[in-house]
């Protein structure tokens, strides 16, 4: 014995992923806001704030080189490419574990070539809480070490400067640094027992700045292989550290999804046990599939909300960034799964024309409800996820009441009873012209959209495989196939040109 119609069963997987939705929204905030960082890095503009880095990623790697200098010209833009990867790394952190602090580059804050100092780490109030040096110098530990200890490097010494080295050349740094310093101790004592106590002094000096250095090193966010990587392809390097953005995003969220749907899950299949329409076997199966597709569900939502609000929070076009702050970037994927679900199913027979433009209209309207409601619950119930879970929940139930009740006005309205006699004629020939446009327009959706059946039908496997892998690319690929069989010419062809039209001056897309 079946639980719940097919209808019902649908409505209640829609709703299920609008709520997956909309919980993923705090976690594609606050990663999408981290991935803005990146985005900031590469193009050198942060145009949410108005402000212009004195070098981005892309600048830095179109710099010119010296064929005779090469190797040195390279080491030092990387050198440029890691003090704005660090940054962008660091930033992003901070954003995701909801910390205030901030790290700028001192050429951003007017303080060109500072003699002391790269970064500045401000705190939430703008607070200088600390300055800092970086240096990727030497081929390795060693060569770095010695270049740390030289004249040259002195000044950072003198002022406790602390100093941000390649992370795969830390430890080798310290570990060396303190054995260079016990050294220098126990030449020290062999020279003053020799009597030699200037030359001793000196040693103590020697070994008291190989302590400091091994006290001032520090690890930076990147190592030696990815700020050359930065410097000779940042497109490459950035979409590696958006793409673990997304990832991390995804899993975070992933957690979270498969914990609502398992609990959903729990509620409506102890249900059906109860009321005998479920066998425990098949509700703990159900249990287990529910779960692991909420949890893939809001894997993808998470990870390509946070993409795209990146995108959206950097872009040039101030609606873009405004829409970047709702629950659009969360809802997007949803959105797409629920569009491809209600074509499935036309396209499968379960439902005719008429219904097919019914459940997407009803869905769009719940849809746009559920994030509004989440929102507003989300302020009332300061509570991470529980407000926009509540609110989504509410918002989709009431938005999906509300509209049926609309056509319901259509289709069922009674006529008073005084007024029925007198229109009763012209009601019968209303309802015969109704039927005669149902049959036409049924006709001419049916026409119309299984032409399309196999374009549309290939297309959408393809975006939802593509989401699966996060290939953005694909994505955009399938959806062009279904604007192309429409008559229209789709704007984009890659994420690369997405960026572009972002990082322009247009203000409209071309609709």
Known sequence: MSYYSKDEENKEKSIDNIVLANSASEV??????????????????????????????????ESKVDPINEYANKKQQAGFSAEVKHAARKNAENIINKNGERVVRTDDVGRVNDQLYDHITYDEHGNIIEQSQMKFVGKNSSEALQKLASKDYQKYLDNDVPIDVPSEQYEGIKIEAEAKARSCYEQAERLKQDGKLDIAEKKIEEAKKYEKISKNVRKSELSSDEAMEARLNPELSTAKDIVKLGHRAGLEQAKMGAAIGCGISIIRNCVACFNGDKDPEDAIKDVALDTGKAAVVSYGTAFTGAVIKGAMQNSKN???????????????????????????????????GVQCFEELGEKGVGMISSSIFAGVFQVAIPIPVVGALIGSMVGYAF??????????????AKLAKERRLRIEAECAEAIKMIREYRERLEELISEYLIEHISVFNDALNQMHTAMELGDIDSFIESNNKIINKLGKESQFNSFREIDDFMNSDIDTLTI
């Open 28 to 61: 594609v905030d606050r990663y999408g806001s981290a991935v803005k960082e990146h985005f900031v890095a590469y193009s050198g503009a942060d145009n949410e704030a108005g402000k212009q880095l004195t070098k981005g990623l892309k600048s830095i790697s």
């Open 318 to 352: 101030a609606m873009l960034q405004n829409v970047s702050k709702t629950a659009v970037p969360a809802m997007l994927v949803t959105t797409t799964l629920e569009v491809g679900k209600t074509f499935k199913r036309y396209f499968s027979g379960e439902i005719d």
């Open 399 to 412: 938005s999906s009441a509300y509209y049926k009740e609309v056509l319901n006005v259509f289709k069922e």
